[in-house]
């Protein structure tokens, strides 16, 4: 990588990695985990920075990694994934307080570290980034049909896991 190379991925880390590591985090559910994935991407990114024919695709290159190494890692991880239970957990009725916020918040991170990874991802991608399942199938390597599935399987899975709307609810996320 010559300087200009360097110096133009430097610009891109500063300005693109807190955006990555929030999608890494709503993947994960846990900040750690998040920026090990980021930075073996940004790490991947960097050997073929000078190989990218456009430069503008720089963080799909990164955020595809980030989601592929998060699939990869929990189907070796298999044995660690969360069991469900009969009863499903509390909820606050009123979200006015920010107390109630934070529960909220922690419910949607836990109904989303059960879902399976594919589905996880979908949800993310869908609700975090405002991708259509064409953008989304691209990113993941599937048909836009898997996507839909997906998608509607993690819904369901999420209103059966919470009282919350899980758009509503993914969106207020993001926002955080």
């Known amino acids: 990588m ?4 360097e110096q133009r991925f430097r610009e ?3 300005a693109r990695s807190k955006a990555l590591l929030q999608t890494a985090y709503l993947l994960t559910g846990d900040w750690e985990h998040g920026r090990d994935l ?3 991407a940004l790490a991947g990114l960097a050997r073929k920075w000078g190989q990218l024919a456009d430069p503008g695709h720089a963080e799909a290159y990164a955020r595809k990694a980030i989601y592929h190494a998060h699939v990869d890692r929990t189907r070796r991880l298999s044995w660690r994934r969360e069991r469900t239970t009969a009863t ?3 909820t606050a009725a009123e979200r006015s307080d920010p107390a109630d916020l934070v529960a ?5 991170m836990a109904a989303l570290r059960r879902l399976p990874p594919g589905q996880r991802a979908v949800v993310v991608l869908r609700y975090f980034e405002d991708r259509t399942d ?4 691209e990113v993941l390597g599937i048909s836009a049909g898997t996507v839909r599935s997906q998608h509607h399987k993690a819904l369901k899975a999420l ?3 919470t009282d919350i709307t899980a758009k509503d609810s993914l ?5 955080c």
Do not use: T, W
Not at 134 to 137: M, S, T
Not at 171 to 175: G, L
């Open 12 to 14: 891109f880390v500063g």
């Open 171 to 175: 969106k207020e996320e993001a926002a």
């Open 38 to 40: 980021v930075q073996s």
């Open 159 to 161: 209103r059966v896991s």
């Open 134 to 137: 064409e953008d989304i199938a």
């Open 104 to 108: 909220v918040r922690r419910d949607v």
């Open 2 to 5: 010559d300087i200009e190379d």
């Open 88 to 90: 499903v957990p509390d």
